[in-house]
């Protein structure tokens, strides 16, 4: 059958979602149009891949589940399986760059293949590596030339051609690179991965080890680069035999006790280590024998074996910094919070000193910016030979205590003097975020508190005697018109990275500072040259903003001190419209020449003349909102009248109106369509928005005729599900059906906070139960579609949607529940979001796009505001509880 009436296609963003002054959502990417088309055919659909049989047909047809996977129509399978562009990764030295070829989607087979679920991470016994990864197919080199083009292109090669690869790394000189490779129908020994290296001038690839005994671990990290020669690489023990068996009669009881009185408040997850089997495996899985393997295959063992989570060798390689998590564990934990340890060695297998040993962190408090108390965030200096710095809580990492200073920032040498004590760096009344460092000569430090949202950048001399901390900028997080933007960066010869320093006649200390350029009339990306001591800034260089957006993505000009001139800066950037996919370009300054080294197709080329605005308007309290409109080629709302309308949402906060309404936004960029689903509603007549406050979007949206009044639709995902089912239950004449996927409903089942709610559920137990969309069942008449992945190891768990749906079902309510096997909290298989587009898609022609408008009359028993003002405010009230 024909859509009734809908002979053109429209789609509506709104960048910000607000309920209230401080409360938005964020804007997913729309998907283009299709033209018209019949959608009453049913295909028949076989492969390989599928792990159930595939049924696809009218979406209006009647379902009672039992027909396995469904496909939607061939033309939305088209849109999905398109094939993504390659990813691109420069080499240290910004003289070659390589294309990583990609897949789609995985088939469901991949994600049911058994792992093992310990310390919050998925384990494939199989491979000795984190589970459910995806890989690329393919690896390409190109040498960047002088003038900006690429040289004739090196396939690396090699491997067989189903080869699935993993863990590309360039070596600091970009010689070699590092992978590694696997095949589906290899194991040999337990584990089928293996480490690659390849030539980049030729693209010649072999087994790095040269015994077939040596097996990789790559749980966690897998390998670094020490110097151009040599890496360091994490191994299965030599001792490891087969894995621990569990007990067919238990030790005992699982028991779990706070005699001492500790305050313990979690945010729980389903992925956490249960019993002492458990443990076992985890120490069985994760355990490493670090080696130093150099180019030509010799191996040589470092340390002893251990769960280690971090390598990072010092940049002048003579040390190793080596990060370990041991017992006592936790079963309410992740491994991260396990007791950690950070041991020196030097590259020879010499044990230095013992930087710290952490504690188990259980007690972390659950309101933000809480830390872990001791030593956090260990690194090296990146422009040093061998000089560690971290940070340490003053507050017990408790971000409820009030003190001054809150952080302090410390340095010190690899090996200390006896009784030398580390160097205050700078003191912070705020918490550490991140720092820059520029070969000594200063480094900018960040600073953050999410309650007020302030931000502040300091420049500190931290290798001057008189170093004297100078405030750089102070400014509200949320402000995006005032962003200076960030530090252009280099690589140093030992693959480190610093800030560039640029030189402009020989004076001053200038670096470049690169930012989105958030503005009124949209995103313009800029470059800025920036003089740190002066703290005067000049434009060099900003985006087309009449029909391109562009972007600065890296430094391609390379210097061993990282000093750039200005006149020969070269950089690589994006470019892209609303009507031309994004390519990659070699900007070369003086002149500023631009040589294109990408020509990827327009993926979707009977889309290529989508229209794309951003509109601005005011909601009744004045806060005013943003929204990306999108138009198919040649519609009217005066010709061809006012579409079906899908309003997607995930709500967020603001602290100021001014905030809320600021545009973050460019109506430039291109409209890529990817698995976010809801978007492909575009190709059946739907608009797909954000919104921030539903009663002004509706509003919007109907004034300027290209939504019907009684055909919109509201739906949402994790978050953003929470809120479509609290908008069916408190302002149900907007709306005449939902779709939640992945949602948490009862807000009692997560006790200790939940978004950016940090009170417990007995500090705000109104709160709890007024913004569960879940105690509020028997206010919703509106038919609700509800999905989940039935893997959701969040607090999000299936359980929530299958409670859910007993209550509405409980009540009357038009409901429909899908559980997706093997599935997560996003979904990731083909044929589970095929499933979940053509489950939409009825949906949507069932209760949206034929909806005759008596749906909006069935809220008999429910509290249906008086006036779309008092819509307004009730949800508002909702949203607000978040602060």
Known sequence: MLLPRFGQRVCFSLANFIAGPSSSVRLHRPLPLLPRRRYARRIDLATAECAADFISGSALEEDDGDHGYRLPPKEIQ?????????????????????????????????????????????????????SRMSFYTGISIYLLMDDGTLGPEKVVNGYNDNAKINFVGWSPDGQHLVFTVRYEDEVDNGSNLALWIADA???????????????LNAVFELYVWVNNSCLLVCTVPSSRGDPP??????????????????????RSTKEM????????????????????????????????????????PSPDGKYLMLTSVHRPYSSIVSYKRFPKKVELWTVEGRFVREVCDLPLAEDIPVAANSVRKG??????RPDMLSTLYWVEAQDGGDANVEVSPRDIVYMEHAEPLDGEKPQVLLKLDLRYRKSYWCYGSFALVYEYWYKTRITRTWVISPDLKNNRPRLLFERSSEDTYSNPGSPV???????????????????????????????????????????????????IWESDKEKYYESVLALISYHPKCEVQLDQLKLLVS????????????????????????????????????????????????????????????????????LPCLIWSYPGEFKSKEAAGQVRRS??????????????????????????SAEAAVNEIVRRGVAHPDKIAVGGHSYGAFMTANLLAHAPHLFCCGIARSGAYNRTLTPSGFQKETRTLWEATDTYIKMSPFMSANKIKKPILLIHGEDDSKVTTAMQSSQFYDALKGHGVPCRLVILPFEQHQYAARESIMHIIWETDRWLQKYCATNPGNIRDMETDVDTPQSPTDAVLDHEALSLKLH
């Open 273 to 312: 280590l249960k019993d002492l089997h458990e443990e076992e495996l985890f120490d069985y899985y994760a355990t490493s024998q670090i080696v130093l393997v150099t180019l030509d295959g010799t191996v040589n063992m470092i340390a002893l074996p251990a769960i280690y989570i971090s390598l990072d």
């Open 245 to 266: 068996r569990k007990q067919l009669v238990p030790f005992g009881p699982r028991i779990r006790s706070n005699e001492q009185r500790s305050i313990i408040q979690m």
């Open 201 to 215: 001038e030729s693209g010649k690839a072999r087994p790095l080890f040269k015994s077939a005994d040596i097996m």
């Open 667 to 692: 109506p430039n960029k291109f409209a890529r369509i990817n698995n976010n689903f809801p978007l492909l509603w575009l190709a059946r007549g739907y608009i797909e928005q954000l919104i921030a």
């Open 78 to 130: 088209e849109i999905v399986d398109v094939p993504l562009n390659p990813s691109y990764y420069i080499s240290p030295r910004r003289d070659r760059i390589m294309f990583l070829k990609r897949r789609t989607m995985p088939p469901l087979s991949e994600l049911a293949k058994p792992d093992k679920i310990l310390a919050g991470i998925r384990i494939d016994p199989s491979s000795n590596t984190r």
């Open 575 to 642: 470019k892209e419209s609303r009507r031309e996919i994004t390519q990659y370009y070699v900007k070369i300054w003086p002149d500023e020449k631009q040589v294109q080294i990408t020509n990827y197709p327009h993926p979707y080329p009977q889309l290529a003349l989508l229209q794309k605005e951003i509109i601005r308007y005011q909601r009744t309290d004045g806060v005013k909102l943003t929204a990306t409109l999108y138009l198919p080629p040649g519609y009217s709302p005066s010709e061809d009248g006012p």
């Open 375 to 380: 030593k956090r965030l260990i690194r090296w």
């Open 489 to 539: 960066m280099c690589r140093t010869p030992s693959g480190t990275l610093v800030i560039a320093r640029i030189k402009r006649n020989c004076e001053g200390s200038y670096i470049l500072l690169k930012g989105r350029g958030a503005t009124p009339k949209g995103s313009t990306p800029f470059l800025d040259l920036f003089n740190v001591n002066t703290g005067e800034k000049e434009r």
